[in-house]
């Protein structure tokens, strides 16, 4: 028998219950969900949803499980949070390492432990258990949203536009293809196993076809092989790090060749870093909490639809993101401009605030 070890944070509890990933890596540590479960107060606050912020993650590299032990530990898992989970209480959903598949087996272990059907417990589920039209690529569809917005301000067109991408699980891939069909080049794609450059384009679809065969993008012939660390530094319009944190640091920022950082991943850019890019004065940063926000958004939508019993189509789902991202881009704008300081601290000083605020409206219990 294996014993894994398990965590789960819930932050901020003050504007409704806590949402937030399960995350199956060899890496988890506490302070990481500690962390992250912190980011998503800020993020869920800053595009206005009724959520604090919660994390949580399991020590395990899931492709050393057969697919048996992963129904099994997340089931295990599922049953040790029953009574820290509920869909008014804490809402889980899929992170890195986890999918909508293992989130179905999660929301069947909660109704079972309570006795009925219960699909807000969990979001990012398949369609067939509950799961949101346009979930899937939320996320990335919300990167690429703000990308060509942001373009639109710096008056670059987006079919002059260059990618580089690191990171090819749901966020990355679908990123990329989001950008691919609004115009742009994709020129670089990474995983674990190794990047791909191809000045004239890689074809995504391909890309995403030879990953659904082999698993990963090893010994994929749509582009030369580079590492990690050369796709970070390539010439390009827009990069993208769309994998874990801290990838971009004081060794490599002052290299990076970029006229837009989309942060897809969730803090992939060290402070040391943040403050080398802010001195430089010549790349535009989204920062993470605006720019990968479309993955909750769509999950609060799924969680609306679940307990209302009512489905929206697809077509409905995206035009509502949308919206949510450009008032959350207004604000971001608004607020930097007031302030005169950076994209980042504009974006966590108003999710701050109205996490302050909203604990300062509801006062003290006696």
């Not at 800020?42 to 499980?65: E, Q």
């Not at 432990?113 to 398949?126: L, Q």
Request: glycine content about 10%.
């Amino acid at each position: 028998m294996t014993v894994f070890e398990g965590y789960r944070v819930q932050h901020n509890l003050s504007s409704g219950p806590s949402k937030g990933g399960i995350r199956f890596h060899q890496h988890v540590t506490l302070g990481e969900v500690a962390a992250l479960a912190m980011w998503m107060s800020w993020k869920c606050s800053l595009v206005g949803l009724p959520y604090g912020g919660a994390k949580g993650g399991v020590i395990v590299n899931p492709n050393d499980l057969s697919l048996n032990e992963l129904e099994h530990l997340s089931r295990r898992y599922m049953q040790e949070m029953v009574n820290f989970l509920g869909p008014h209480i804490d809402v889980a959903a899929p992170g890195v390492g986890t999918n909508e598949r293992i989130m179905g087996w999660m929301m069947d272990t909660y109704s079972n432990h309570i006795g009925h059907v219960s699909p807000a417990i969990v979001t990012g589920k398949p369609i067939a258990l509950g799961g949101s039209q346009g979930r899937r690529g939320a996320t990335g569809a919300g990167v690429a949203y703000l990308v060509k917005k942001y373009l639109d301000d710096l008056k670059i067109p987006i079919n002059a536009t260059t990618v580089a991408i690191q990171g090819f699980g749901n966020v990355g891939s679908e990123t990329a293809l989001s950008l691919g069909d609004y115009g742009a080049k994709i020129i670089a794609i990474s995983d674990y196993t190794g990047a791909y450059y191809n000045p004239k384009g890689i074809d995504v679809r391909q890309a995403l076809n030879y990953v659904q065969f082999q698993k990963t993008l090893r010994d994929f012939d749509g582009g030369e092989a580079i590492t990690n660390e050369q796709l970070l530094e390539l010439t390009c319009t827009v990069l993208v790090p769309a994998a874990l944190e801290r990838v971009i640091t004081d060794q490599n920022a002052a290299k990076l060749k970029c006229r837009v950082l989309a942060e897809a991943a969730n803090g992939p850019t060290t402070n040391a870093a943040d403050k080398i890019i802010e001195a430089r004065g010549d790349i535009e940063i989204i920062p993470d909490v605006l720019c990968n926000s479309g993955g909750v958004i769509v999950s609060y939508f799924e969680w609306l639809q679940n307990l209302s019993n009512f489905y929206w189509g697809r077509e409905e789902v995206i035009t509502k993101l949308f919206g949510i991202l450009d008032q959350a881009k207004a604000a971001v704008d608004a607020q930097q401009a007031k302030f005169q300081f950076s994209r980042r601290l504009a974006a966590l000083t108003l999710g701050i605030q109205r996490v302050a605020d909203a604990k300062a409206a509801r006062g003290l219990f006696p």
